[in-house]
């Protein structure tokens, strides 16, 4: 006899492209500081920057299009207040408050004669890179904010690496942020891989940690981010080399959501793999997963990796190819899954899959390396193999989002019960949306359990999920049908979630 199978009640979902709707999870509420998204850049006939915007506060959201004073491209991020508010946003070279407006003092950002020499001064296209800024909040409070990047600095005729940091105070300016300072350095003894800076937050929950490989070496750098300022902590060993030549700004690293682990992905270098420990800043049990053997370094190819909600799974990609690793059997060669190869599409410019980005809403989005008007999207990251139902294209944008263009946040969530919000509703398009609660009893269940079918439907599927994604049941129910009894006598103890989708909407 199966015992205590909880069934957790989805609502009805209408959907023309991207979907979820079901149960909100309180613990989320106060932790929303990656909900707004600002993203892109195109010129209108009038002359004006007009970028995108994802709001996951929106029960019913879309992409909206808005006037930016530059365009945002590449990775860069933004930060909201606990409740979700936008608060600011950078595109690299200056940093923009929330009605759109560059912040007093706040131009001119990564200033060098490096950004002068290449005509990026002007910060029109914003600087170049991937995951190169991080914001964080104070650990001392007082509504202020550290914006944490890495530019390019010209030193002797070469290029070189720094890590500053500059200061806003929200306090300021009618409440819509001040930079108080900007380009102040944190660290520049060695130089630093350009991408893979990240932040976590510490153990005490008021402090942060920052992790930064370094170039042409198999260090990390650790800096702990305080009331006190910026720690610059004992070099770490990565058991892994990392060069100038193709390591540098070819792939990105994520701490997982529950912040136990540490990831590293480039085409060149594989996937390295440490524990990681909030409290004392500290990296260990490296573990190298080779995904592609031998792979060419005469090729260019940019990667980057993602991890799932429930911190089980890595995705990575390296343009032309989607992989899901299981960390909890990385000894095994089926822990190495291949997802999907890019089908080619062009819209206008080659679909290919670059970089991912968790959302708020439990899905992963993936956007490509060249000027598309889509992004992928994996709509059930949980799910193992193809239950993590990854779908090319999935996402329709009003305008191209620009090469590689997502922001990357870090892990704000990491001690909530829930890493995100599968009940957050994503429809791309037209909207059409009725919300219907459904009857499930009994719950917790034994047997069997009995679901009251809504009326005005019309024909539907029924969907059963295990808590992993795994479909357990996919049932055709007839529009005259008004209850149905389902036998789950034979399912394991665990959470269930039951879906029903009419048919006549178009599914993708």
Excluded at 159 to 178: C, K, P, V
């Amino acid at each position: 006899m199966v015992q205590n199978i909880l069934i957790n009640i989805s609502n009805v979902k209408f959907i023309l492209l991207v979907i979820c709707v079901s149960l909100g999870f309180e613990t989320l509420e106060g932790q929303k500081r990656d909900y707004v998204w600002t993203f892109g850049g195109d010129s209108n006939d009038d002359g004006e920057i007009i970028g995108m915007q994802i709001d996951f506060n929106d029960d019913l959201f879309n992409v909206k299009q808005l006037a930016l004073p530059h365009t945002n491209g590449a990775s860069h991020p933004s930060i909201c207040d606990e409740d979700g508010n936008l608060l600011f946003y950078t595109n690299g070279c200056a940093v923009i408050d929330r009605e759109h407006r560059v912040m007093p003092n706040g131009d001119n950002l990564n200033d060098d004669p490096w950004k002068e020499l290449l005509n990026w001064d002007n910060c029109d296209f914003g600087y170049p890179g991937i995951q190169n800024e991080i914001i964080i909040p104070c650990p001392s409070g007082d509504e202020a904010y550290y914006l944490i990047h890495k530019p390019w600095l010209l030193e002797d005729d070469s290029t070189t690496t720094a890590l500053w940091h500059s200061y806003i105070d929200m306090s300021l300016n009618n409440s819509r942020g001040d930079v108080v300072y900007k380009d102040s350095l944190i660290y520049n003894d060695n130089k630093l891989l350009f991408s893979y800076l990240d932040a976590i937050p510490h153990n005490n929950g008021i402090d942060w940690w920052i992790i930064q490989p370094l170039e042409n070496d198999s260090l990390f750098l650790t800096i702990m981010v305080s009331e006190e300022g910026f720690s610059i902590m004992d070099y770490q060993n990565t058991s892994q080399y990392f060069d100038d030549f193709r390591s540098s700004a070819s792939g990105t690293s994520r701490f997982s959501p529950d912040g136990t682990k540490y990831a590293i992905y480039n085409y060149y270098d594989n996937l390295n793999i440490y524990d990681f420990d909030r409290e004392t800043g500290t990296i260990s049990n490296h573990k190298k997963v080779v995904i592609v053997d031998n792979p060419d370094r005469d090729l260019l190819k940019f990667g980057s990796l993602e991890w799932s909600p429930d911190s089980r799974f890595i995705y990575t990609v390296n343009q032309d190819s989607l992989f899901q690793i299981d960390t909890w059997n990385t000894s095994n060669e089926e822990s190495i899954f291949l997802i999907d190869t890019y089908d080619g599409t062009t819209n206008p410019l080659w679909a290919t899959f670059n970089l991912q980005t968790l959302g708020p809403d439990c899905r992963i989005y993936v956007s490509s390396g060249s000027s598309s008007e889509t992004f992928h999207v994996i709509k059930n990251p949980n799910g193992l193999r193809e239950a993590c139902n990854f779908v090319q294209n999935g996402v329709q944008l009003p305008q191209p989002h620009g090469t590689t263009n997502l922001p990357i946040f870090p892990r704000y969530r990491v001690d909530a019960e829930e890493k995100c919000d599968s009940t957050i509703t994503s429809m791309f398009g037209e909207i059409v949306y009725y919300d219907y609660k459904l009857k499930v009893a009994p719950n917790p269940a034994d047997d069997y359990v009995s679901i009251t079918i809504p009326k005005n439907l019309g024909d539907m599927n029924l969907i059963m999920m295990d808590s992993h994604g795994k479909i357990v049941l996919n049932k055709s129910i007839n529009s005259t049908l008004s209850n149905l009894v389902e036998d789950v006598h034979h399912l394991k103890s665990g959470v269930y979630s039951i879906e029903i989708i009419p048919k006549n909407q178009e599914i993708r």
